[in-house]
């Protein structure tokens, strides 16, 4: 979340992103290698999946948003796409908990909102499993 933070504020591209964020911060290979493979595949779908984020987010645009929870939204849209190993209720929990922890007190129920909506439609339209 941090690195898709940073490269919204200082308008990077992830290599260069990443770059600079690992050089500040120290973590296992194995937590470098997952953060940089979620920073990379969520880039790499961005257009998409900012227009599902749009489509479950009412009278919300993506510039609206405030950043964090942006980005929180995007990595979680990528982790329910395309991470099948994740849960999906562990990237919806795993979201909203981020929202509290850096967003604003608003930023938990939103993030939660656009999330559940957005599941619902790909449940539907998919056949997702259940959350439970």
Known sequence: MQVLYEMDVLQIG???????F????????EA???????????????EAI????IGCSDHWSLDRMSRVDRNILRMAVYELLYCADIPPKVTLNEAIDLGKDYGSENSGSFINGVLDALYA???????FKDID
């Open 14 to 20: 992830p290599g260069e992103a990443l770059e600079l």
């Open 22 to 29: 690992w050089k500040n911060f120290d973590a296992p290979e």
């Open 32 to 46: 470098r290698a997952f953060s940089s493979d979620l920073v990379l595949g969520t880039t790499a779908h961005l």
């Open 50 to 53: 900012d227009d599902l984020i």
């Open 121 to 127: 439609k790909l449940k539907h339209e998919d056949g």
